[in-house]
Every structure is written in C-alpha cells, then in structure tokens.
C-alpha cells in the first residue's frame, strides 16, 4: 500500500486535474503552482531546521548539547524560535527612512527565493521551470541580494549599520565576479546555461564535472561562501566589530527575514554547486529504475539524491563557520581580488585550453561518442582519463602561478611566521630591573 | 605600520602552506569533536559533553559551597543555636545582618536571670557577597552557608530573609524538567 | 581629545543626517559601552577615516563602585571579599595582593604549607584568567568554537574552586594569616588530573589557532608595542614580555612559594598581537609546570598563623604587589595604627595597559582595534574599580 501511495500520486493527481483544467492550463499553471508551493514550503521549513541543525552541529564542535529543551532533542526549538519572533516589536529607529527599512528585508528574501524556481532538483516533474538560460538568471537574480544589505545598511541611519551595508556591497559585488567565472570552466563542459542540461551531460557523460573542475569547484566554494556573508567572511555582520552589520536596528520578523534570506541564500549556492559540480540529481546506477518503469521513484530517489548533495555542502558551510577565525576586511578584498579573480580567469584558460587539445589529439570525433545526445563533450573513457588528469594539474597550476605572481604579498608569509618565542630563566630574587635587553641579563634555557 | 620580522620558510612549509594543512588540521579537529560528542567521546577526558543539563540534572555542589544562609537548630530540642552574640553582624562587610536580641527572664540554679535571647535575624541576601565571614565568625556554628543557590525571588522585599526563612528554609519550586 | 571628540559627536548628533555623514568623510563610531567585544562596559571613541582609525580615545568608569573609599570603612579582614571584585576573572590573585600586604606589614609568620597552597590556587587561576582571556581573544577574532573549549577547562579550575573555598568566581579565597580551610579530600587527584589533561588540550587550540593562516593573519604585526614603548607605558604582565622584556614579579620579588619553583619566562621578540597570544599560551604551560612542583612538593602543616584578635598594622605606608595573570597588581596601604586601613590604593594592571591602545590603534582597521582591546586582556571591573 505503501508503495503503491509512493508512486501513485502524480498520474492520480493529473487525472483529477483534468477533470476541472483544460491540459495547457495543468501544465503552465496548476503545476507550477503546486511546485512553486511545495518549494517555498519546503525551502522555508529548511531555513527553519537549518537553524535548528546548525545550532546543533555547533554544539556538538564545541562539546555541548545545543537545543535541548523544547520537544524531544530540541526539535520544535525552530517553532519556538518563530513564533517568539512573530511576537516581537517591530521596532523601527526614529531617524531610521521608514520605507527602505521596511523594504529591505523582502527584496532580501524574494531575491533569496526566486533562484529556486530554475533549480532542478530532480527530472521530469521535479523542476519548476527550465530556462535556457537557466545559470545566468541564478547568478542576475542572487546578486539582487546585495542591493537588500546595502539598503538595509543605510536606512538603518546607525554607523554599524552603515559600515556593513559598505562592507557587504564591496564584498558581494567583488566575489560576484569571482563565482560568476568560476562557473565558466563548467559550462565548457555542459555547453548549455540550462541547469537541466547541465545536469543532463553530467549524466550522459557518467561523471561529475568535480573531476573535470577542481580548481572551478573550490573557486565558486569560496566565492559562494562569500557571497553569503558566512563566516570566515562574514564581515557584514561580524558580532564582534560591528554588532550585528547591516541588521544591527532590525528586530522581530523583519530581522528573522534577513535571517531566513541568508539561509535560503545558502541553499541557492549549495544548490547551484551541486548543479554544475556535483552531478546534481545525477548518481551512477540510479538510472536503472527509470530503465525498469519505476518512473515516479527515479524521480524522488534523485530528488533524494541531490537533497544529500546539498546537505554535504551545507555541512561544509557550518563546518568552516564554527572552525575558523574570520578574515580581516581588507585581506577578504586581497582575497577576492588577488586569489579568487585571478585563479578564476587562470581556469577559464587552461579549461579552454584543455578543451581544445583533447580535441585536436584526436582529429575532432575519436573521442567523442554520440555526437548529438547532448549538447555536452560526451568523451570517450580515454577522453575523461585525459580530462581528469589535465584538471588536476590546472588545479596545480591555478595555484602555483598564483603563488608565484602574490610571492611578495605581506599575508602570504604569513605561515612561515610562526616563531618560537623565547624561554628565559632569570634566577629568583633578582632585583626587579625591567631590562629591554634580556638576553644580556638573564641566560637563555 | 611596520612589518615584523619574517623568516624565510623551508620547502616542506611552503608545501604544507600550499596544499591548505593549517586549515585542514583545524577542520580535522573540529570533525573530531562532532563525531566525538554525537558519541559521547572524548580522547583526552572521556566524555566529550560537558555541560550540565541544569533544571534536568541538579548540579553536583560542593559540601563548602557558599549558598543560602540557614540558621541551625539543635536537632534533639529544635531550640535556636543562636546565643544573639552578633558577632556574625560585625564582621559582614557589607552591614546585612540584624541580630534583634531580647531579654528573658530565666531561673539559672534557683535565681532569676536575665538572659539575652534571639528574637530576630535579618538576612538581606540582595547585599549578601557570600564571603562567609559570618560563617566563620559564629561561635556556635549556627549560621551557615547551605548549598542552595536558587536565590531568586519576584520582588526585592523576597531578598530580605527573616528568623523563620532562615530556619525553615525558603519554599522553592525546584524545576526538573 | 576627550572634550574635542565630544563636542564633535555632538555636532553629528545634532545634524545626524546621513547628508552630514557625506560631507563629513571622519566619521566618529562609538563603540562602546554596550558593545559586543570591548570585554565589559569600556567606551571607546573612534575617529575613523573609512575603516581606518584615525584616532581614538577611551571613556572609563561605567563600573566604577568606589572600591578603595569602600577599604577606607571596613576592617582590615572584610576588605578582603572586595579585592575580589577588580579583576572578577583573578579573583584568587587579586585576593593575594590584599591578605599578603597586610601579612606583611604585620610581620605574620605564614605556615608553608600555606603558601604552597597559594602558589598551586594562584596558578590554577592564572591558567584559568589566561583561557578566559584566549576565549574572548578567539571570539573576537571570529573562532567561536575556541570560546567554548576554553570554557570547559575553566569549569575544571572553578570546580575546584568551589570544592575548595566554597564559590567559583569571587572565591573570597584567602584570609589574613593563611587559608581559611585545608585543602579538600581529593584535591590532590583533581589538581594532578587536571594537570595530566590540561597539555594536550593546550594543544588542541593551539591546532586550531597557532598555525591557521587567517588568525596569523589577523594577529601578526597587529598593535605592535616595542620594548621602549611598553616599559615608558609601564606595561606589565604578558603585554609587556610579549614585546621582550623578562619583568616577572614572580621571579625578581618572589612571593609565597616562587622562591621554591623551578619556571621559565616567555618572551616575545615583536611585540605584536601574535607574540602575546604565544606568550600567553606558554605561561599556560609554565603554570602547569609551577602546580606539579609544587602539589610534588605540598607540606603537611598548619595553613594558617596565629592571629591577634583584632588586626591592626602598625601606622605607616606600604607597598606590595604580585604578578596577576593581567600584570603587576599591587596593593599600596596607609595605616593609621588603628583596625581600618587610612587608604588603600590599588595598582590595577589593566588599567595601565589599556593606556597603550591608542598607540597600538592608531594606523589599524576597526576589526583591528577589536583585537588589540582582546591581546591586551583588560577586565573592567579592575579598571573603574
């Protein structure tokens, strides 16, 4: 029965529809509606348990318990949390420009939420829209976001305010750049903006572009991570400098919007990473149920798929968050600038580059298998091999040329900088002479 | 801004620097302790939570803990052990005791004496630092500090404790869940 | 610069536009007294060009309780509890100073055991002032986790604490002559197994710290002080041997057990952020080294000197002083002959250190003043006393 209820319900559904819409109507509205329902449900109930999850992951870095006392293990803590912010004053500073305060936060969240709808989170029914332009609208619409920071920052009319909506239109517009071309090394390969079809080379091609792409898939990491103003770059709203950064006058559920943005952010980039990355609802071997006609489960077990893809990012997301200390503003831009750029352009090159001579070794067609499955490179196994290798040493080289042109750089020392400080034995009861010089006086242990 | 001195670093630096093991080292330690207390374990102490669960699990306090003051009875004929000395008011720092003695007139071995008798003690714990001066400064060990540290009350006046709190004991609600 | 600041941010107040703020490019950021990294109720001026502080000047006070007027009332063992109050964080060290001056000055003979006792409580202390200090420190740098750990370790120095003097933070650890109670049953296990444990977790933060390049980026080269600079200041503790200069109280005034003790002082060669976090770090260590000598060595004995009744220091003027886990914290006392002190005077370290940051600062970014305010590890209860 329960099978049965499993992989039922889409046919069930559509007969229903069919029963009160005209066919065009199902699928240009009713579906999408129901899609764009299950999405922003499901999205914000993540952001909710995203909280919950992180406080827990945290706890448990710092040996602690995290939420424990509202439900068992803490598990309605994100209810708790909701409703105490619904309840809240909505308290709006008297200098404060009443309208963007007001705005800010929604344009946070909408810019947040929008990029879901191109996402591809499984086949067939499991993606709201796929436009062909599918990774250009994501990153448009996801630097839209910046605008709700900067915004925030200045109407807010506080100096901490306005020194993290600076801090973040500088960093954000920056690490744009950086993501925006790191993600050109994979479309080199997919040869398509179409999410959908991204994902579909990876799939013909049995292989994730993380192979092809290292160097690409570390740079859009640490862009993405940037750009979401997770820490170690969290400097819009570093706590401990600037209070809490563009949010500092927010409170209640304006202030739980930028939270549920910044959240739902997170899961944009997790998401396109694993799109152009990871495979995205792509994974060997699940095909075979869709071979065997178990459609509606191919779907949900990709959707499974790419749900446990995006967790691992995340993860990854709360572990840098609670291991490492948090960049200066002025070594995030050297980052940004000096490293990220750089490396970025390095890998569009070399992919082209490697692209090209993959080709040309084999008179344009050995390699490739069939011509017109994809729009993809669809390499032969000798091909990927090749591949493989010359992305691992354009990862290699991204670095070592980077290395090369930052070797005079202040920070990149830095390492080296770890000295041993001094153990001095001064004999007891010596008279108290403060000597600058203290080698002189006392013998070194 | 002057620079600080710099040393050159050996290859194996630049290697380690270069493949990120400063970060991954720390990552690793931080993986460690995740794993470690969804497990409950820990490589140097054993147990890889600490904290206390405290309304749940009632803190382990120390017998010398300095918590609430109590004042003694003698436990066979529930009598005062307060001899109203005041020592314990002359030597709080911050003047919070009140020893409010009484005459009495008593039959010692047959005469009709005075006897000085407690009536009342005043304890304000709001102004109390728990130094426990008082406590070494009783000559009968009846004022004492207990360990009951849940001190709280809704209003200023619940801080200032009198004679049958003291003795009694303050009703509490002690929460366990 | 205070008045001149003032009547600037009134100025911005009066036209706080953010039209002003355009015109204007110095902006003045107050930081302070509410604020998430200034370790308590510290106010600090900023004059800021962009990020970059120009200048910067700090308003001290918000916690002042008339400490030393308080002393001026109170006999000479109720002032005791209040010593503990400066520097909250220390309070066993800060205890000292007072029970030690006054033991002093009335030429009290203290048992050995004693002043064991003190050595081994005073490093447990300064162990457990030093990991509150490098779990704001990492705080406000942003490694948050680090915060936590530290914590943990702390909580094994407060649990004995509260075994042995009966509270964990003020602990009123001392009295005039010695300690009010022998050390616990099972003192000697925890101390030694907090000592067996403590290594390896040093080295847990140092995994996470000392070699991570984003927290050498942020402390290397960061407030450097030279050793000129830090001893015209009049800087002590571990601020001032970060910048290299071998100034321990412990060694050239030794006091209670240090005479006995076989430890190393740390030295720093910069001056900078990075140098102190080292420093500090490696007295954590030659701490640990102090309490195993000396708990090797602990006397059996009385822990307290017969006392007269009333305790009155012959009339005349003193000065003692101990180095605290924040720097020399010295105690100077007049007296009158008769049982209340006539001044009492405290040299608080952190008050003098904290004069160092407007030359550390100036030249830095505002997340740099953050962790200057962190390296100098001050306590504001000590400084508004």
């Known amino acids: 029965m329960i099978m049965l209820a499993l992989f039922a319900p889409v046919n069930f559904i559509n007969d229903l529809l069919s029963r009160f819409f005209a066919p065009e109507t199902i699928n240009n509205v009713v579906w999408p ?240 990473a694993t799109t152009v990355y990871l495979g995205g609802w792509y994974f060997p071997f699940v095909y075979k149920l869709e071979v065997s006609g178990w459609h509606n489960a191919y779907v949900i077990v990709s959707f499974l798929v790419f749900i446990i893809k995006l967790s691992l990012i995340l993860y990854l997301y709360f572990w840098l968050r609670w291991t490492l200390p948090r960049f200066r503003y002025d070594q995030l831009m050297d980052i940004g600038w000096k490293w990220l750029i750089p490396s970025a352009l390095i890998n569009i090159v070399f992919t082209a580059f490697s692209v090209f001579l993959v080709q040309a070794l084999d008179g344009w067609h050995g390699l490739r298998t069939i011509e017109s499955m994809t729009q993809g490179l669809n390499l032969t196994a000798t091909g990927k091999v090749i591949m493989i290798g010359l992305g691992l040493v354009g990862l290699l080289l991204t670095g070592g040329l980077l290395s090369l042109i930052n070797w005079r750089s202040r920070d990149f020392h830095l390492k080296s900088q770890r000295r041993n400080i001094r153990l001095v034995s001064v004999p007891s009861g010596t008279s108290a002479v403060a000597s600058t010089r203290p080698a002189a006086a006392a013998t070194e242990s | 801004m002057s620079l600080v001195k710099v040393q050159k670093p050996d290859f194996i630096q630049k290697l380690k620097r270069f493949f990120l093991f400063d970060l991954l080292k720390g990552l690793g330690l931080t993986l460690k302790y995740n794993i470690g207390a969804a497990t409950d374990k820990d490589s140097v102490a054993g147990k890889g939570i600490y904290t206390e669960q405290y309304p749940k699990v009632r803190p382990d306090v120390a017998p010398r803990f300095h918590g609430a003051p109590r004042l003694n009875m003698d436990p066979e004929t529930h009598d005062t052990l307060c001899i109203a000395c005041n020592l314990c008011a002359l030597a709080c720092p911050e003047d919070c005791i009140d020893v409010l003695a009484m005459d009495v007139e008593v039959v010692v071995a047959g005469k009709p004496r005075r006897k000085k008798v407690l009536d009342e003690f005043i304890f304000d714990t709001s102004r109390c630092m728990f130094c426990a001066l008082c406590q070494e400064a009783c000559p009968t060990s009846c004022l004492e500090l207990t360990q009951d540290f849940e001190l709280a009350t809704y209003s200023r006046a619940g801080f200032v404790w009198n004679r049958e709190m003291l003795e009694q004991g303050r009703e509490t609600v002690k929460y366990t869940s | ?287 640990r080294r102090i309490i195993q000598q000396a708990i090797d060595k602990l006397p059996d004995g009385p822990v307290s000197a017969k006392l007269p009744k009333v305790i009155k220091p012959p009339a005349g003027d003193y000065y003692h002083s101990i180095e605290g886990p924040k720097g020399e914290i010295g105690c100077y006392l007049v007296s009158d002959g008769s049982a209340q002190p006539y001044r009492v005077r405290v040299r608080p370290p952190s008050l003098i250190n904290l004069q160092a940051l407007r030359q550390m600062c100036i030249g830095h970014l505002v997340a740099d003043v953050v962790a200057i305010i962190g390296t100098l590890d001050i306590v504001l209860g000590e400084i508004d006393r």
């Open chain 3, 1 to 287: 610069m205070l008045p001149q600041l003032e009547s600037h941010m009134h100025q911005l107040e009066i036209a706080t536009t953010q039209e002003a703020l355009l015109d204007n490019p110095e902006m003045v950021l107050n930081m302070g007294p509410q604020h998430p990294s200034t370790h308590g109720v510290l106010r600090v001026i900023l004059k800021l060009d962009g990020e970059t502080v120009m200048d910067l000047d700090c308003d001290i006070g918000f916690l002042h309780r008339g400490m030393e007027k308080i002393a001026e009332n109170r006999q000479y063992p109720m002032i005791a509890p209040y010593w503990d109050r400066l520097d909250y964080i220390a309070a066993v060290s800060n205890g000292l100073v007072w029970v030690e001056t006054v033991e002093q000055v009335m030429g009290l003979d203290v048992p050995a055991r004693a002043h064991y006792l003190r050595t081994i409580l005073t490093e447990l202390n300064r162990i457990a002032s030093h990991l509150l200090w490098l779990a704001t420190h990492a705080l406000d740098i942003g490694a948050v986790t680090v915060l936590l750990w530290a914590l943990r370790e702390r909580e094994e120095i407060l649990k004995i604490f509260e075994r042995q003097f009966g509270a964990r933070l003020t602990c009123h650890a001392w009295r005039i002559g010695g300690l009010p109670n022998d050390a616990y049953e099972g003192f000697d296990s925890d101390v030694r197994r907090f000592v067996n444990n403590f290594p390896k977790r040093l080295d847990e933060y140092e995994t996470v710290l000392s070699e991570n390049r984003i927290w050498l980026s942020r402390t290397v080269g960061i407030g450097i002080i030279s050793a000129d600079e830090a001893v015209a200041i009049g800087l002590s503790g571990p601020s001032l041997r970060g910048s290299g200069v071998a100034w321990d109280i412990r060694k050239s005034r030794p006091y209670a057990a240090y005479a006995d003790m076989v430890f190393d002082i740390p030295l720093g060669e910069n001056g900078d952020t990075f140098d102190r976090y080292l420093v500090r770090l490696e007295e954590m260590r030659q701490s």
């Open chain 1, 33 to 272: 509606v129901i899609q764009i329902g299950v999405v922003v449900t499901v999205v914000a109930t993540w952001v909710a348990y995203g909280t919950y999850l992180e406080r827990k992951i945290s706890a448990f870095m710092q040996a602690r318990l995290g939420p424990m006392r509202v439900g068992p293990w803490g598990l309605l803590q994100p209810i708790a949390d909701g409703l105490k912010l619904l309840t809240k004053e909505d308290f709006i500073p008297e200098k404060a420009d009443r309208w963007i305060f007001f705005f800010a936060p929604y344009i946070a969240v909408v810019a947040a939420f929008v990029v879901f709808s191109v996402i591809p989170f499984g086949p067939d029914w499991a993606v709201i829209t796929d436009v062909n332009i599918g990774l250009l609208f994501v990153i448009a619409v996801s630097s839209v976001g910046v605008l709700a920071l900067i915004l925030a920052g200045w109407a807010s009319n506080s100096k901490y305010s306005l020194l993290g909506g600076l801090r973040s239109s500088a960093q954000m517009v920056s690490y744009e750049v950086g993501m925006g071309l790191a993600l050109i090394g994979g479309i080199m390969f997919a040869r398509t903006l179409s999410l959908s079809g991204i994902v579909a080379a990876q799939a013909f091609d049995s292989i994730w572009f993380i192979v092809y792409q290292p160097a690409g898939f570390l740079i859009f990491l640490v862009s993405g991570i940037a750009e979401n103003n997770r820490a170690p770059f969290d400097l819009p709203e570093a706590e401990s400098e600037l209070v809490a950064g563009f949010h500092t006058e927010y409170s209640g559920f304006r202030w739980s919007l930028f939270f549920m943005a910044e959240y739902a952010a997170m899961v944009v980039v997790s998401a396109v």
